[in-house]
């Protein structure tokens, strides 16, 4: 089956229900790549085979191209003087027989060689964090954080990404936040070194030093029924961000600052 017969099953109204930005998109990945047509929720599976043997799922494609990336950027990496760039990444630098960089990611412990990443003493399980990490000891540093903050839709070429920052940490993060106090707020972030703003008009406002040199704002204003307005969250980044890491890397660095929040809240309350 080529796209074209899968998309005709479609509305073809770029809902993003499944996860793709148009049908198009996610009919090539059915097509192609085995993707579960059944990811659109009004797709007709009338006569449609779901199960496409001999195809690699998208997800361990998906998978294949991280570790592929991952191994990339050690290579990119090998040549670098770690001693000479730890001071403009804010990182600590121990010589020995592989050179270590030592910093906080997001509260974790993160020791980096150019063969190996320990995050709280075990090997990262994602790979996208080790991509991030790398691209992150790449960049080699430059312009120091400016104290002047931005929201993504201002730094270029960052429209397609917006969409994704919103789902996956703002949207996630007003969630866990609604009917929570400032206190209650604070006292998470700062498990992860963030620290009070003052003077914001959000309900709670912090600064989080996801990586030593790549600290995010976040914004949080709670619902105020009674208005109309649902809970909210925006966050917010250096303008100088992007000297230290790339787009892709940059919405998934504020992605797992959600995750880490997330984490702590469910941790509390099994306590």
């Known amino acids: 089956m080529n796209p074209l017969e899968v998309l005709q099953r479609t509305p073809k109204s770029n809902c993003g229900a499944c996860g793709y930005p148009a049908c198009l998109a996610f009919a090539a990945h059915v097509a192609r790549s085995g993707e579960d047509p059944r990811k659109c929720p009004y797709i ?26 991952v191994h990339h950027l050690q290579s990119k990496i090998k040549d670098l003087d770690f001693h000479k760039i730890a001071g403009p990444l804010g990182l600590s630098f ?38 991030l990490l790398y691209n992150y000891i790449h960049s080699r540093g430059g312009n120091p954080p400016s104290g002047t903050w931005t929201g993504l839709e201002s730094l270029p070429n960052s429209i397609s990404k917006s969409k994704t920052l919103a789902t996956y940490c703002e949207e996630r993060l007003s969630l866990l936040f609604t009917g929570l106090d400032s206190e209650a707020i604070y006292a998470f972030c700062g498990k992860i070194g963030g620290r ?55 919405v998934f660095s504020a992605e797992r600052l959600a995750d880490r929040l997330v984490f702590l809240f469910s941790q509390s309350k099994q306590q």
């Open 44 to 69: 007709n599976l009338d006569g449609l085979a779901c199960d496409t043997p001999g195809k690699t799922p998208l997800e361990q494609i998906a998978a294949k191209h991280d570790f592929d990336l």
């Open 94 to 131: 121990s010589a020995g027989q592989d050179d270590l960089l030592a910093f906080s990611y997001l509260g974790q412990h993160v020791l980096l060689s150019k063969k190996q990443i320990l995050m709280d003493g075990k090997e990262p399980e994602d790979p996208r964090d080790q991509i």
């Open 196 to 250: 009070a703003v003052a003077g914001s008009s959000a309900t709670a406002a912090a600064i989080i030093p996801v990586l030593p040199r790549l600290p995010q704002q976040l914004l949080f204003w709670d619902a105020e029924p009674a208005d109309g307005f649902a809970a909210r969250t925006k966050i917010l980044f250096d303008q100088n961000v992007l000297t230290y890491l790339d787009l892709e890397s940059l």
